[in-house]
């Protein structure tokens, strides 16, 4: 079965320095990895996706994720932060369930980003 | 605009009192499913329906139901709710089998007491 860790549950940083936020991931076979955000008080909304094509995946607002099948790690980065960059970010990975893709999430790393 | 729908936003009951949060989607998606979130725990699947009238128990189904009778709507239903289902409360749908990523409806907040 697939899963993900993401591994700090806080990382703090100040705007305008760069962002990290880590993922690693265990999958049986060449897995599809997503970034989500949740901001404060709304949904989930896609940053980025890895579906096996280039392994450096640009996403929204700035945000790149690199696909390291020999580390097996997704980290998401983005290299200055702005202040509405606060939010909680989920690392998922998909797995194939009778059918359709199954998302499996991480427990969420939340970004808290000081002036 | 593309979006799914919750409804309540948020909800206060008491324990026992039956309850429906609906879910609705304008993308035609077959692929529809609920979630919650706890804290520290991610988000975990409750049940998931591939098509109408095609439904199925995710990773922690206990105490919850579902019914896909149209494509686009996907409601949740807690029978006798208890206050260990507390929790924030997500609806998602796909197409091509989920591939692509999912759109989330806004939350839905649920309290028990």
């Known amino acids: 079965a697939q899963s993900v860790t993401q591994l700090d549950s806080h990382v703090s940083v100040s705007e305008g320095t760069p962002v990290l936020l880590r993922c690693n991931y265990s999958?049986?076979?060449?897995?599809?990895l997503f970034w989500y955000v949740q901001h404060p008080n709304k949904g989930l909304q896609l940053l980025l996706k890895?579906?096996?094509?280039?392994?450096l995946v640009k996403g929204i607002n700035g945000f790149e994720a690199e696909f390291k099948k020999s580390e097996t790690s997704f980290h998401l980065t983005k290299p200055s932060a702005h202040m509405s960059d606060a939010a909680e970010y989920f690392c998922?990975?998909?797995?194939?369930?009778?059918?359709?893709?199954?998302?499996?999430f991480g427990t969420g790393t939340r970004l808290l980003v000081s002036p | 605009e593309a979006q799914v729908t919750q409804n309540p936003r948020y909800l206060i009951t008491v324990t026992g009192k039956k309850l429906t949060v609906t879910c609705s989607q304008n993308?035609?998606?077959?692929?529809m499913s609920w979630y919650r979130q706890d804290p520290g725990l991610g988000l975990r699947q409750i049940y998931y329906?591939?098509?109408?009238?095609?439904?199925d128990k995710g990773d922690v189904p206990e105490g919850y139901k579902v019914s896909r009778k149209e494509k686009r709507n996907f409601p949740l239903i807690l029978e006798s709710p208890s206050p260990n289902q507390t929790s924030l409360y997500f609806c998602?749908?796909?197409?091509?089998?989920?591939?692509?990523?999912?759109?989330f409806g806004s939350g839905t907040r649920l309290t028990v007491v």
């Open positions: 329906s591939m098509n109408v009238e095609v439904t």
């Open positions: 890895y579906t096996s094509a280039a392994t």
């Open positions: 993308m035609n998606h077959e692929y």
């Open positions: 998922v990975v998909s797995q194939m369930n009778t059918g359709f893709q199954k998302l499996v």
């Open positions: 999958s049986s076979y060449s897995p599809s």
């Open positions: 998602a749908s796909s197409f091509n089998a989920g591939r692509a990523g999912y759109t």
